[in-house]
């Protein structure tokens, strides 16, 4: 099984004599924007643009990781136009089963010079474990018959990726498996990942080819050799540009009038697109080359830069198709906060993502909900005696990064 995109065969198209111009125009029209869009394929790396420009910098962060790859050197071919039909620059970033691999082996080195090769689906994306598949069933013809394709029976599919900052630090330090997570724990040493790392989660769900002129697709090969084509419906960013990273979440336009999908539970927040006007204007901006490409389509939900707002009431920030059933409870900074390693009763632990009662299920749907506000200290306290005799937290944090919670033991589990 393989992962191809249409129309691959060719290069992406160079870029027209009449573009950067015409950007430098619209630029010297704009004077109030903060960043540099000159070079909108170079990644942007803006600490302060982050922190007071927040929304500008997530459309800047989009348009980078969104402009068509040079699969050789896994970054942007800058002589192709945005809206190419081409893998964008995130597709060659590290996926995270290839990261977290089984019985916790080294990835080994970023490759530099070779081509990201396409992925089989059950390694692009995320799906049932083994076990679980084992015991999967579904309706056939009115009979219960097992799920041999997760792939092929999956409304949406999701994947996650690392780029070479992140993916270096994890290897560097050996966070791929549990065991070199656990020895951070037990010598104390605090998790901080370089600035400039980078995760992305996306979402895909099938599209008709009639629709492709409206979605970043790509072609996904499944078990029985058909062909289907998947949309990009949702795109979470999480960028370490300040110390408690940088949150930007992405939609595509037409997600609310999906017969599967929950709508907008939250109102839009895009300062930058809007200008002056109500910030959920559900507007793409204009003049950052967005205008005839699949991205107009797409839409800033929001950012996120701390924990509460100037009011010191918590910061929700939610998309429908990744955080669906808990909308109203979401919150990308302080979810990720909790992420972390530990001990419960001499076994190896992590914080859980939802927030539930003694009585509720995590597992049902319904009674989730997302953690809110400020990180409390009582998250990670605990009484883990250490040999000099002092207390020792039970949770140690990994610097807002889930995708750590995948890494599996050396002896063949996970955590």
Not at 57 to 73: I, K, Q, S, T
Not at 133 to 161: C, F, Q, W, Y
């Amino acid at each position: 099984m393989r992962v191809a995109r249409t129309d691959r065969v060719t290069r992406a198209h160079s870029l027209s004599s009449r573009f950067i111009p015409l950007l430098i125009l619209l630029l010297l029209a704009n004077p109030s924007r903060a960043l540099d869009w000159r070079h909108p394929w170079i990644e942007p790396s803006d600490a302060a643009a982050a922190a007071q420009h927040s929304d500008e910098y997530a459309w800047r962060l989009f348009v980078a990781l969104n402009w068509p790859a040079d699969l050789v050197a896994r970054s942007a071919d800058r002589t192709a136009r945005l809206g190419a039909d081409a893998p964008v620059v995130w597709e060659t970033w590290q996926i995270a089963a290839d990261v977290y691999l089984q019985r916790g082996a080294d990835p080994g080195p970023w490759s530099p010079g070779h081509p990201a090769q396409p992925l089989a689906p059950e390694r692009r994306f995320e799906t049932a474990s083994l076990k679980d598949l084992l015991n999967a069933r579904h309706i056939v013809g009115g009979v219960m018959v097992p799920l041999m394709d997760p792939i092929a029976s999956a409304k949406r599919l999701t994947e996650i990726r690392m780029n070479r900052g992140s993916f270096e630090f994890i290897r560097a330090h050996e966070l791929y498996n549990l065991e070199g997570q656990l020895r951070v724990y037990r010598q104390g040493r605090r998790v901080s990942f370089p600035y400039g790392a980078r995760e992305i989660k996306a979402k895909w769900r099938p599209i008709s080819p009639s629709e492709s002129a409206r979605y970043h697709t790509v072609l996904v090969t499944l078990a029985d050799g058909t062909r289907r084509l998947y949309g990009l419906t949702g795109l979470h960013i999480a960028s370490k540009d300040l110390p408690n990273w940088f949150w930007a979440t992405f939609e595509h336009v037409d997600n609310p009038t999906l017969p599967d999908n929950e709508g907008w539970q939250l109102p839009s927040r895009d300062r930058f697109a809007c200008g002056g006007g109500p910030s959920d204007c559900n507007r793409a901006p204009a003049g950052i080359g967005l205008e005839g490409t699949v991205w107009q389509y797409y839409r800033l939900r929001g950012t996120l830069t701390d924990f509460v707002d100037s009011a010191g009431r918590p910061q929700l920030l939610a998309n429908s198709e990744l955080e669906s059933g808990l909308q109203t409870s979401a919150s990308c900074i302080t979810c990720h906060a909790r992420s972390s390693i530990g001990f419960v009763a001499g076994t190896p632990a992590r914080l859980p993502i939802f927030d539930v009662g003694p009585n509720e299920a995590a597992q049902d749907p319904l009674r989730r909900r997302g953690f809110l506000g400020t990180p409390q200290s009582a998250w990670y306290q605990g009484s883990v005696p250490r040999a000099n005799g002092r207390v020792r937290p039970m949770y140690q944090r990994l610097d807002f990064v889930w995708s750590l919670s995948k890494a599996n033991s050396r002896a063949g589990s996970s955590q």
